[in-house]
């Protein structure tokens, strides 16, 4: 779908609503009736509408805010001629009245003593730049701006003696209404105005002179700001760089007085055999340089003599002793480095084999003897006309993971693409339909399982259908996976997932970000994200859930794992919903073995993460030894085979 470089895509209502509560906060509105330039005031407001997960740029927010206001100011002329119903066209008329109503306005005394005409009264609500004959096509019609706008003042029925000074040249004379001091006698004595500033007296060059050195200087302003910020961060991670350094430095101290206080305890006890002489290893690496295994950990180099400050003996026999003390406290210091370098102490390899053999244990034996559907019915709820890739991956994922078949709930005009991708996939165009929650609740009784969000749009209709599945689904426990637009649902509405032990959320780190300042109100701490991972968890109730990374870090609120299967650089769209489809099969079989009896002891939905975790990085690593920098997830579909057996056969 083509779209204009100035406007960009259509606005949806969400995003649009988050534009003008950005646009209408207070320091906003500050800048712009003030003397910064209004790009400057635009830019900020694309960056917080970033922030919030809207990609615009400036231009786009400015054009967008400038169609509002021509809305509204045609809603509120009709609500004068037709008695307040005219608002209809207007859908944001309610924010935008409270919006604009707090903008300041010229007072008729101020109009007639200063002589600004029009141009200066609509200066509130047209920014500078902006081009009058600019069109913004809505999904709902939008009639063009009227060359002109009638302006009705009404004044009280009262007369009141209003001084017009008239100024010619230099010279100004005052003149008074002849009945008013009659009716100045009858009403009650008011306070002197304060004397307003005439603006009219200055000439045009030097305010325009004045308007250039501010904005010149407003300009400069924010450049030396951001020049002091950036420099700020480059000292604060040399610092950081630093202070690690001295660690290192101080962890060498200790082992080496350890390890010097060995030979002496061992000379003076006569009776206890002495160690076997070994020969001294000497690395001429630094202890700071540490390289990474293909599991993720890093490994240390084996005892090193650059860290320690004492030389070392001629003596042979001493020289043993020495070395095999040295490497012994190295060993057993090996862990207080373990734990200062990696994520957490539950990234070792053994508890990674343990948890592989529960995954193989819960894979269900193929024979003979089973049915069509035995081994999972999976649904896809997800898919609209933007998006039609995110479910197909999903649902074929789950087919080709061991999954017997795989539903996708679409809209209609999304329906007939994704068959076009494959005869295997079952695809119902029923997600945008009136009755859609019936039409899907049908298909509940014979599904595994179910996977939100790929593919699925932030429409509200299409959440609010989403939003009533998922609670369908818990009523009749089956195990719900949620990603893409589906975590979005829950960032607004947490009490959705909350609680329900067989959900899994699989956000990456922006979607992580988002969910946690949602739930806690307050910034997430990047530097230690497993004490992150772990927090969020707890505040969901111990949901299963699974930040995406460079390591791949499940909770469910009591402990954190980490999935350290080697990967690559490589991170093509569609990763997440191979690893949403194949999750969604594997809580199937993990729930299921868990019934049997055949998992004590561990959550079956961290069993079923950390399989499809597992299984994903693994698709990843052989697509890219195949393909190298053209590596996408359609390449990694077709992986899924070798690199299960490769895991879990054998």
């Keep these: 779908m083509q779209a204009n470089t100035t ?263 006569p009776s206890k055999p002495s160690p076997p002489a070994r020969p001294p290893v000497i690395s001429s690496t630094p202890p700071s340089q540490h390289t990474r295994g293909p599991s993720g950990h890093l490994k240390h180099p084996a ?9 070392l003996s001629t003596d042979p026999q001493a020289l043993g002793i020495r070395s095999g003390s040295v490497c ?88 007939t693409v994704i068959k076009s991708y494959s005869p295997e996939l079952i695809v119902h165009p029923v997600l945008d339909s009136p009755n859609a929650v019936e039409e899907i609740e049908k298909w509940l009784p014979r599904l595994h399982g179910i996977v939100v969000g790929p593919g699925l749009g932030r429409e509200d209709f299409l959440l609010k259908t989403a939003k009533e599945v998922i609670e369908r689904s818990k009523a009749r426990d089956i195990p719900i996976v949620i990603d893409a637009d589906g975590l979005w649902l829950i960032t607004h509405q947490p009490s959705v997932i909350q609680g329900y032990q067989k959900g899994i959320l699989t956000p990456n780190f922006m979607e992580f970000t988002r969910l946690f300042e949602a739930l806690h109100h307050e910034p997430m701490n990047s530097s230690d994200h497993q004490r992150s991972v772990l927090q969020l968890s707890g505040a969901m109730g111990n949901l299963t859930l699974v930040l995406k990374g460079e390591q791949d870090l499940i909770s469910d609120g009591s402990k954190v794992y980490s999935c350290n299967v080697e990967g690559s650089g490589r991170r093509c769209g569609g990763q997440g919903d191979l690893l949403s489809g194949s999750m969604g099969v594997m809580a199937h079989w993990a729930h299921a073995a868990s019934t049997a009896g055949l998992i004590r002891g561990m959550n079956p939905s961290v069993v079923a993460a950390f399989g499809a975790c597992s299984l994903t990085r693994q698709c990843n690593n052989q697509a890219f030894q195949r393909h190298g920098r053209s590596t996408t997830t359609s390449d990694m579909i077709q992986e899924i085979g070798p690199a299960f057996r490769k895991l879990f056969d054998s």
Excluded at 389 to 410: E, Q
């Design 328 to 415: 012994e406290e190295k060993i057993k210091g090996s862990a207080v480095f373990e734990r200062y370098y990696s994520l957490g102490s539950s990234s070792h390899q053994g508890m990674d084999d343990d948890i592989v053999s529960l995954v193989k244990s819960i894979i269900p034996p193929l024979t003979s003897k089973k049915h069509k559907g035995q081994d999972g019915r999976i649904g896809i709820i997800g898919g609209c006309k933007d998006y039609t890739g995110a479910p197909y991956f999903a649902a074929i994922s789950a087919l080709k993971v061991g999954g017997d078949l795989s539903h996708v709930f679409c809209t209609k005009d999304a329906a």
């Design 7 to 269: 406007r960009g895509f259509l606005w949806s209502d969400i995003e649009t609503r988050t534009l003008l509560n950005i646009w209408g906060e207070q320091d906003i509105q500050t800048a712009l009736d003030g003397n910064f330039r209004n790009s400057f005031v635009y830019r900020d407001v694309s960056r917080r509408l970033g922030a919030m997960g809207f990609e615009r740029t400036p231009e786009q927010c400015r054009v967008r805010i400038k169609s509002l206001k021509r809305q509204y100011l045609l809603a509120k002329e009709g609500n004068l001629r037709n008695n307040g119903q005219y608002h209809k066209i207007c859908k944001f008329y309610d924010i935008m009245e409270s919006i604009l109503s707090n903008r300041t306005a010229l007072d008729p005394q101020e109009l007639m003593d200063s002589g600004v005409g029009a141009e200066e009264a609509g200066d509130g609500l047209e920014e500078d730049g902006e081009d009058a004959q600019d069109r913004y096509s809505e999904s709902t019609g939008e009639c063009p701006y009227p060359a002109e706008t009638e302006v009705k003042l009404e004044y009280p029925a009262v007369p009141i003696p209003i001084p017009v000074k008239i100024t010619v040249g230099n010279n100004s004379t005052s003149a008074k209404p002849t009945n008013s001091s009659k009716v100045a006698g009858q009403l009650p004595a008011r306070p002197p105005k304060r004397p307003r500033k005439r603006r009219s007296n200055f000439p045009m060059e030097k305010l325009m002179e004045q308007f250039l050195e501010q904005s010149a200087q407003a300009e400069d302003n924010f450049y030396r700001m951001e020049e002091q910020r950036l420099q700020a961060e480059d000292h604060r991670r040399e610092a950081e760089h630093t202070r690690e350094l001295h660690m290192l430095q101080m962890l060498g101290q200790m082992f080496s007085g350890i390890s010097s206080g060995r030979p002496s305890s061992s000379s003076s006890a």
């Design 303 to 311: 005892c090193q003599t650059d860290c320690f400050s004492q030389p």
